[in-house]
């Protein structure tokens, strides 16, 4: 079956989220692909809990917008997403910009919780959907969140994985360094390397992301675009090409 | 009520999907308030944007400034980038815990994550220590920031509605309560003003803001659009994409705002 | 329920201002319970005193022992006169604090105050600390106490309903959300269980807790009496009243006991 | 006009309440006094703000039982009322026993919020209707609530006055010793002296306690006694002979 990058990318996600024991997944705002790979896990059959942040109604928490970082101080958010202006070959997040502190030449929004979140989740899954030297950077401009803490620094978990629109990484936090993982169809280590601009290590038998099965697809188009049509109608018309009920 | 905010205060503002008072944005830029000191709880949305698009705004004390789905804030680029704004960056929790330790009357509160990381290296009012409490790292004791209390002046929020006794209605949105909490006084624009007293009603009681901690009420309907309010209507997406659009330039800001602002008025958040 | 907490656990149990289990403490009571170290939010009332009465508890960290109206609280003075007790005392807000540094996830929390009590002088786990922030005090730097994050195993509370996602609603008594949150498991009774989600509705989310943070709910009608639930049932005071002079002695507790706690068993929270 | 006793003492309380500027009153539960002495100033027409803790409706806190503490940490309540199993004649108070720690010999209930609330309201008003050598000590067995502090504590307030049922005490927080403002009828400079186990000074002039106007009678009786008949229903029918309708 044919398929769009965005489903490609949700079941890649998928797939790392079930590759180790998760019980709560908190999910951003801006993040309908690793939406759509938390809610795939769900209906297929996965005892997980999602904490949807900036969902109108429904809203998890009752507590204000403070209760998503209590919630993961207490150490019971296994999983956080997080993205990046840039993104270098040691996990060091930037959401700051680029240019003279705080973001001369180009600003970005700015770091949201991820100078607590990448400490204190269980783990954390990158994800960029956009591959290239701009954004994979060797050493980031500036550093919302580093990859990695220096000793007597409380860390509970690191990144996970990094998912672009060509390829996942795994990340190493011992090393501080990622390693090829898979890369999508249409790439090579080479295409990859060209397009990095961090060094990565590339493991033997490194081969090509395996396809979204029918059933994955299924699922996606189905019953996980049910769930996501209120909050990302727009990703849900474009990807599953479905609308909400006016 | 934007009349009693001096310039130069520091004023709380929640963001877009925390019932921001937009009509009280407009209201600060039409008396032409200066230098005010912005604190985003936790971040900055479209009520920041227009402000510093109007030359209100000194300083910017926030996690991020974003319009959504709308994107980048483009008069906040354009400020930082002009160099007529200060943007003392934060992390989410790094505003609530600065907002909550004034909120609960001590002098600084910990916050574990943000070593390691830039933020606090252009926070010189953050200090690390090491912590007496807590586990051995590697054998020795973890190293913790500690954040000093945040005071604003002013907190500036919208609310469903008030009632006969100035106790004022906010649902979830709680953090608008601790920024009410934490703030010398808070002006607050609502819906509607309704008979009785929350206080005294068991099911509208934990979304309330008891009056002790309100300066001020107006009512200004539809005061948070465009963001949202709760269930009683949405954000309004094309109205801030427009708005992006338009302010990508400073004339073009200038001309939102002279539609928008100065021909639009909701005179009762004056 | 009870049947899950096991000897030697750490409890948060409310007073009776703030919607306890009685009818959880009595199935603890009935499960001969051992050794629990029981936790006040930030006091203590009637479940805490029939639990000591009964064995049940080896130590209790709180501000206060009390019956209100029916005086003071006999079982527990008792048990601290034989010396069968641990007793660490507290102050209102520093059981607050350590609870909510353990909310927040952070090994301890400031709090002013405290310094000069022999309150301080006998908790060898609390530290006064010169704070590098706040005001100076004659020149000198401000004294300040950190007091360390508590984690209770258990948070034990009634709430009026629950919903059939999980979800439970406790109003305006948010001290029990904290507790939730501080706490490794929640088991909690309700009066009721109703159809939908709290979470979905504005009007009841703001009293509600997420069933992330609940462990366990099971039906007891009138689960928290003789304590008060909100606007459901009052305080009994006249059943309270004959508890404590019933309570005076250990033969009077035990007879007590076994007419309102092994004959009278609320099935659901065994 | 006749009076009883407890009309006297809230009179005596509503005078100091109004002696010193005012916004924001917090009253405990187990104080009907007090409670009728702030209602007493609200009826006279003074703009406060009254907190009742543990009013059952209408309890004004949304934030949970910890709100009063953050509030008077906040520097927002100018007046609380506290009591004390002994009080010694440096206004320390003692709610933990007697004997040896934690009150081996007599035990209180404990010390509630009064190791904080002592330093962080504007003032404090100690009550306490026993006036007898047993309460009122030299030294107090243990201290709850120390009632000055050492340099370098912050402290907000300390106690006004002490009212008993036989007197008024002024406290002087400079000097950390009270001094008597009145005694009430039937009492003197002697009967006080022997009834009370510190030492106190007696400034020049010293004389009874002005007996309550008709008008303080009249609303005490009526309007303060209408807002406390669901708190306080015992107290309204002992002092006041009055009962909630049922």
């Known amino acids: ?246 | 009520m934007a009349a009693s905010i001096p310039d130069g205060a520091m004023v709380a503002v929640p963001p877009d999907n925390s019932i921001p008072s937009v009509a009280l944005a407009k209201a600060l830029i039409r008396r032409r308030a200066r230098g005010l000191r912005l604190v985003g709880v936790p971040i900055s949305g479209f009520a920041t944007d227009i402000l510093i698009g109007a030359g209100c705004v000194a300083e910017v004390n926030t996690s991020a400034v974003t319009l959504g789905e709308a994107g980048f804030a483009p008069r906040f680029s354009a400020a930082l980038k002009a160099g007529t704004l200060v943007v003392r960056d934060a992390t989410c929790p790094a505003m609530h815990t600065m907002l909550q330790a004034a909120e609960k009357g001590v002098p600084f509160m910990p916050l574990r994550g943000l070593i390691g990381s830039d933020i606090l290296a252009n926070r010189p009012d953050w200090m690390v220590i090491e912590s007496p409490f807590g586990p051995l790292i590697g054998g020795s004791r973890e190293k913790i920031t500690l954040l000093p209390a945040l005071h604003p002046d002013v907190a500036v929020f919208h609310a469903v509605m008030a009632d006969s006794a100035g106790n004022v209605w906010v649902g979830r949105r709680r953090e608008c309560a601790t920024i009410a909490h934490a703030s010398q006084r808070s002006l607050v624009t609502v819906e509607r003003v309704v008979e009785g007293n929350f206080l005294e009603d068991e099911r509208l009681c934990p979304g309330a803001i008891n009056a002790t901690y309100i300066s001020g009420i107006a009512i200004a309907e539809r005061g948070a659009q465009p963001s949202a309010l709760l269930d009683e209507y949405g954000f309004d997406t094309d109205y801030v994409m427009a708005y992006a659009r338009a302010a990508k330039t400073e004339a073009g800001f200038a001309e939102w705002c002279a539609e928008h602002v100065f021909d639009n008025q909701a005179v009762a958040a004056e």
């Open chain 1, 1 to 246: 079956m044919s398929y769009k990058t965005e489903e490609l990318l949700a079941v890649c996600i998928a797939r790392l989220i079930r590759a180790r024991p998760t019980r709560h997944i908190a999910v951003g705002a801006a993040s309908p692909v690793p939406a759509a790979a938390a809610w795939l896990c769900v209906k297929q059959g996965d005892p997980l809990h999602l904490s949807l942040l900036h969902k109108r109604s429904g809203n998890p928490f009752t507590d204000g917008s403070r209760e998503l970082f209590d919630l993961t101080g207490q150490g019971r958010i296994d999983l956080f997403f997080l993205g990046g202006g840039q993104i270098d070959g040691q996990a060091n997040i930037n959401l700051i910009g680029t240019g003279a502190w705080p973001g001369l030449e180009v600003r970005f929004p700015g770091s949201f919780g991820s100078a607590f979140m990448y400490y204190m989740s269980g783990r954390t899954i990158l994800f960029r959907e956009e591959h290239s030297p701009r954004v994979l950077v060797d050493r980031v401009a500036h550093i919302s969140a580093p990859g990695t803490s220096e000793p007597g620094v409380f860390r509970r978990g690191h990144a996970q994985a990094l998912v672009t629109g060509r390829c996942v990484f795994d990340f190493h936090p011992d090393l501080g360094r990622f390693s090829l993982a898979s890369y999508h169809a249409g790439e090579s280590v080479e295409s990859i390397r060209a397009m990095t601009g961090f060094e990565f290590d590339v493991p033997e038998g490194v081969g090509e992301t395996p396809a979204p099965s029918d059933a994955e697809l299924a699922l996606l188009r189905g019953a996980v675009c049910d769930e996501m049509l209120e909050t990302y109608p727009d990703f849900c018309a474009r990807v599953f090409e479905r609308k909400a009920a006016a």
